[in-house]
């Protein structure tokens, strides 16, 4: 691949930055958003926190359709705008039904942004480099959550944590930078000839971006791809009910781990653990590096142990910590305790479901379907992702926090079972095989 064809596929890569970060950014405005406007507990988890999820599923569930008409690149300019009009709405917002709007603007780009950025990055990469190149997003959705921590802890400690307008609006600065680079790169060939007809252009694009041997192994790969439009339609058909299955089951126990609600209100969980606001802040933190780190060790390992071991292990590291933060909360034991057992969860995430999730879910639907059934994986887990959060607001007042994380921990147990007797291994198999393994004749 050529400087250009690696400059287009980082800079859509940072789609999933803009993602992490317009996701987790409300932990630390949680708190004096609801003293600010006096919100009860289920509006504060429905719309205040949780709005932004709606979105995701929206624009996830939605994202297919302009990724296909429009075209990639324009698709990922629109979803560019809709983050600068979040961001901008919400530093601006005179009461909570506008900065739920905005929230769920915002929502909206990072649900669309999950759809065309994988989708673009898969087809300008090289067949060699397809699957590092694919996991930048991951990689740049989890820098985002860290920098979102950073952001909240650099304000408190600055200007305190009702200065959260200039916390959401500064983000306008990056963001229209953001949009104004997608200008520059180009759009994918295998679009320009599958849906535009357009292989002139696509040649033009190929010689800036590829070399000649892999704009040839590309050219050949496009020319025996079916060009009819599959109807989305087709992937609700008794032939993939078993991919559909395994794709809501990773998707529910990657969010039933509780990795939404810790990210979301990491604050203010530490804060009942008996930490102050700064230091529980500070705290999130170290669970955003914690996650910079283990999840560049899972992208390592992915592609040397396989799938179902790297689930073996966070599924086992999930039940040790959770339990541990459970039985933390039951005795009551120092924030430090809390702080240990939520880094391991999150080490645990980082190498287990973190890392293959994405992958995963890309690998075991079929050719014919694939982007449609990345819509549903994208769409059922930010779904409950949405849940989750909403029932978050309520369940940490209504429930005393042992019998929280004693819940995710137990559901825990039932992925190292689906590891063990329903998750097949993709390591090292084709995507012709997968097919004729997981369809059902």
Known sequence: MKRKG??????????????????????????????????????????????????????????????????????????????VASALGTALAVNPYMFSFFRFVGGLGAGIGSIAAPTYISEVADPRHRGRMGMLFQLNLVLGILLAFLSNYFFAISFGAGNWRWMLGIMVVPYSLFTLLLFSISESPRWLILRKGDTATALRVLDR????????RLLHAIHMEEPSRVHAERLFSRKYTRVLVLSFLMSFFNQFSGISFILFYAPEVLAKAGSGMAQSLLSSVAIGVVNVVFTLVGIYLIDRIGRRRLMYVGSLGYIISLTMVAY??????????????????????????????????SEIFPTAVRAYGQAWGMGVLNGLAALITLLGAILINAFQSWMIFGGFAFLMVLQLLFTAFIMPETKGVSLEELEETLSVK
């Open 6 to 83: 690696l400059l287009c596929v980082l800079i859509v890569s940072i789609t999933g930055f803009l993602f992490g970060f317009d996701s987790v950014i409300i932990s630390g405005i949680n708190l004096p958003l609801k003293q600010l406007w006096h919100t009860s507990d289920w509006f504060h988890g429905t719309f205040i926190i949780s709005m932004v999820l709606w979105g995701s599923v929206t624009g996830s569930l939605l994202g297919g359709y302009p990724t296909e008409k429009l075209g990639r690149k324009k698709t990922l300019i629109l979803v560019g705008g809709l983050f």
């Open 209 to 216: 971006i590829s070399t000649r041997e892999e704009a040839d």
């Open 328 to 361: 933390g909360f039951y005795i009551g034991a120092p924030a430090v305790f809390m702080l240990v057992f939520m880094l391991l969860f999150i080490t645990s995430h980082a190498v287990g479901q973190g890392a293959v999730i994405f992958v995963y879910m």
